[in-house]
């Protein structure tokens, strides 16, 4: 699976919009873009994912760029409780999920 | 909403136990997995499970871990003889299909002494 770079920590006013960036560069035609985020030491709570289109659900969208080399995920209005480490996780079809470090977000009053 | 639940959340052992760590995946989800994660490291790959064995496992999945499926709603990983640096959140997961999500239960927190 290819490769994703996201920077270390973020921060985050509440009620404001939090644009989470990933580079994958690598990633190949049939590479499927997961994010995923784990609060404290919760499981992993999955959020989004997307092959190629912009994607929306309740808890966020995903922003695919037309080469599909990056992605941003947006938390359109930030809450204390979105504060956690975001993983931005390319995957295979078939293949295991393969965790990074993670953007640490922190949102604040 | 469906969830993957875990069992025990939290355990303390010694050192040279054995441990099972059970989870309960989502009632249609056929793909099982195990991850662990380190106080203040990434969550890590264990072993992948479906049809009743596993289909991947990392190199960390030694001869002292096993994974079992004891009936038709338990999943289960084995630790034969625990070591410190066994001390660990441990992390089951289940998908309905290969290529599907995967959703991440809460965790079992193991702390070996």
Known sequence: ?109 | EPEVTQTPSHQVTQMGQEVILRCVPISNHLYFYWYRQILGQKVEFLVSFYNNEISEKSEIFDDQFSVERPDGSNFTLKIRSTKLEDSAMYFCASSSGSGNTIYFGEGSWLTVV
Not at chain 1, 46 to 54: E, F, S, V, W
Not at chain 1, 89 to 108: D, P, Q, S
Request: hydrophobic share 30%.
């Open chain 1, 1 to 109: 699976d290819a490769k994703t770079t996201q920077p270390t920590s973020m921060d985050c006013a509440e009620g404001r919009a939090a644009n989470l960036p990933c580079n994958h560069s690598t990633i190949s035609g049939n590479e499927y873009v997961y994010w995923y985020r784990q609060i404290h030491s919760q499981g992993p709570q999955y959020i989004i994912h997307g092959l190629k289109n912009n994607e929306t659900n309740e808890m966020a969208s995903l922003i695919i760029t037309e080469d599909r080399k990056s992605s941003t995920l947006i938390l359109p209005h930030a809450t204390l409780r979105d504060t956690a480490v975001y993983y931005c996780i390319v995957r295979g079809g078939y293949n295991k999920l393969i965790f990074g470090a993670g953007t640490r977000l922190a949102v604040h009053p």
